[in-house]
């Protein structure tokens, strides 16, 4: 059987303090790696001395090139760019691979060789900024624009993508600065691309004061515009499909919206008007992660108060509302 050619596509940014150990942990991969792409990404520490000397140590296998445009999606855009490979492996700077990861997914690939794969996403393991670790693993799911909507199918480093589907949809959306691997997966989704799990945790997901997981309110704002962003073009491409769908998308829309109500209650207000139904009253339903207090709160207060009482909680001004939280929580 043919090999199936893998690049690995590494973004920096001030990466100075891990990105060996992550470089590393691509170079002794099991599987035979095609190349490595190190991309610094206008790092003002020495990231580009070290990941040059890296790449010299380790030519023509390694190279190393620059993007002056900030942001990730910038960086893996440049390296898919250039990418030689059937199949890329985008690679955070602060993330370790397992040895076998690589190996692992491209046999999934080769016993699927029937389906029209462009994403094998896999499970990781968090460090979470406590030291504590949590697993993550990924089941099959019964359906995948659901599975997407609610994060279950892998992150940018525990995956792997067809480079020829990736230069199809375009590349990385370059606006965003979080949810990026979500928004990229579901535009590959829209053009019939299938997705195969791989249940190992052959990733390890490291915080770091680099992650974009530590800014919450980008991130929240992000979730909020990618998942309406779902909304609108699920509506377009199958209207009978979404609506029967509806109270699952829009559920799990409103609680990204509730998540942001927590940061700025101006933008979640915002989002309410521009990207749910007009009367929108969230319904709990299986996996939306609509919860009680969601629908007896929007049901009573109405939504905007709402929103407003739970951007008063996050800011401490809640013992007003503690004897209204109690009461709520018995009804649960």
């Known amino acids: 059987m043919k090999e199936i050619s893998v690049s690995v596509i590494i973004p920096c940014y001030n990466a100075a ?11 002794r991969q099991s599987y035979p790696i095609a190349e490595i792409i190190l ?4 790092s003002q520490d020495h990231t580009w001395q070290i990941i040059s000397n890296l790449a010299k140590q380790n030519a023509p296998k390694v190279i190393a ?3 002056n445009r900030p942001g990730a ?44 794969l462009a994403i094998i996403f896999g499970g990781h393991r968090y ?51 979080s949810n990026q691997e979500y928004e990229l997966m579901f535009r590959l989704l829209l053009r019939d691309y299938s997705a195969c799990a791989d249940p190992n945790l052959s990733t390890y997901v490291r915080w770091t004061p680099n992650s974009i997981s530590a800014d919450y309110p980008r991130r929240a ?21 979404f609506e029967e769908h509806a109270d699952f998308f829009y559920g799990n829309l409103f609680v990204a919206i509730r998540q942001l109500a927590k940061h700025s209650y101006a933008q979640s207000r915002t989002a309410v008007e521009k990207c749910l139904p007009t009367g929108y009253r969230p319904k709990s339903l299986a996996g939306n ?17 709402y929103l407003v009482l739970l951007f008063l909680i996050r800011r401490g001004i809640w013992r007003p509302f503690k004897a209204v939280i109690k009461r709520w929580r018995g009804l649960c």
């Open 17 to 27: 303090s891990w990105i060996e150990h992550c470089f590393h942990s691509a170079l």
């Open 39 to 42: 991309v610094d990404n206008r």
């Open 65 to 67: 090139i620059q993007e």
């Open 73 to 116: 999606p910038y960086a893996r855009n440049a390296g898919l760019t250039i990418a030689k490979g059937k199949w890329i492996q985008f690679l955070d700077a602060d993330d370790l691979l397992d040895p076998h990861k690589i190996g692992q997914q491209v046999a999934l690939l080769q016993a699927h060789q029937d389906r029209k």
């Open 127 to 177: 460090q979470r900024p406590d030291g504590q670790i949590e697993s993550w693993p990924v089941q099959p799911p019964e359906d995948f624009y659901q599975a997407l909507f609610t994060a279950q199918l892998g992150t940018t480093s525990t995956n792997l993508f067809l480079t020829e589907a990736l230069r199809e949809v375009g590349g990385w959306r370059e606006d965003l600065a």
């Open 221 to 241: 704002y992000d979730a909020v515009q990618v998942k309406a962003g779902y909304c609108q073009q699920l509506v377009q491409h199958d209207q009978v499909y």
């Open 289 to 305: 992660g609509v919860t009680v207090i969601d629908r007896f709160g929007s049901r009573f207060l109405g939504i905007y108060r």
